[in-house]
């Protein structure tokens, strides 16, 4: 008994040491807080350095485009006086064009009532090719746009003179009766039909003028069988009229 109550102390203090204090406890709590606090301080640091370099290169950008923008607005501060000379040269232009527009108004009003005189001189076959042309004349004001009456105009003059070029040959009716009529251009016609029905026609100032002219009939009616490829080419001598 003398001896086992050493042991038991030993294992009593043992024990008690291998318990820590609650100071201990808390001290080493207070710590491990400390530790954490410190390591998100550490963490939010690295996160502001972060963002105060994000910032810092947003703001050299901002600068950039403002040195760039300065830049552009000096150049152009520079290309006014350019620019100044460019909108009066477009004034100057479109001044030009009025202009223009003007004397080409002025000179379809003098020259559509001349056309539609002359027009009456084209042979049926040809105002019947310019019957759209004309009517765009006949409806022209003046003041209008004189675009269309001008194209008008042109296309006229180049049907008239295409006609002028050729021999046109053509279906007509002649004292009653069917002929063939064949154009020399602008310049005279001839027509036969049945019977020795024939004749020539010349433009007049109100049309075209027929002359009823029998003896000519078969003289003109070789002319259409050499013209159908019925008879070799050979000359022909007809009455010719020219006002």
């Not at 003098?110 to 076959?125: D, E």
């Not at 008008?152 to 050729?166: M, P, T, V, Y």
């Not at 001839?190 to 003028?209: F, K, L, Q, S």
């Amino acid at each position: 008994m003398h001896r086992a109550i050493p042991i038991f102390c030993i294992l009593s203090l043992r024990l008690a040491a291998q318990q820590p204090d609650a100071a201990v406890i808390e001290l080493r709590e207070t710590i491990s807080k400390i530790v954490d606090v410190q390591t998100m301080e550490s963490k939010e640091r690295l996160d502001w350095e972060a963002r105060k370099a994000e910032m810092a290169a947003l703001l050299e950008l901002h600068q950039r485009e403002l040195e760039l923008l300065n830049e552009e607005l000096e150049k152009a501060g520079q290309s006014a006086p350019g620019h100044v000379d460019s909108t009066e040269d477009l004034k100057a232009e479109i001044a030009s064009l009025k202009a223009a527009r003007r004397n080409a108004s002025e000179a379809a009003a003098r020259t559509i009532p001349r056309t539609l005189a002359l027009s009456k001189r084209f042979p049926a076959p040809l105002q019947k090719d310019c019957e759209t042309d004309l009517a765009t004349l006949s409806t022209w004001k003046s003041g209008e746009d004189p675009r269309a009456a001008l194209q008008a105009e042109l296309s006229i003059l180049a049907k008239a003179d295409q006609f002028n070029r050729r021999l046109t040959r053509v279906a007509d009716i002649r004292g009653n009766r069917e002929v063939e009529v064949l154009y020399l251009g602008l310049a005279a016609a001839y027509y036969t039909g049945r019977g020795g029905n024939a004749g020539t026609g010349h433009p007049g100032p109100d049309g075209w003028v027929w002359t009823d002219q029998p003896g000519i009939a078969d003289e003109i009616n070789r002319i259409f069988d050499t013209l159908d490829k019925k008879r070799p080419p050979s000359m022909a001598t007809l009455p010719l009229k020219i006002d």
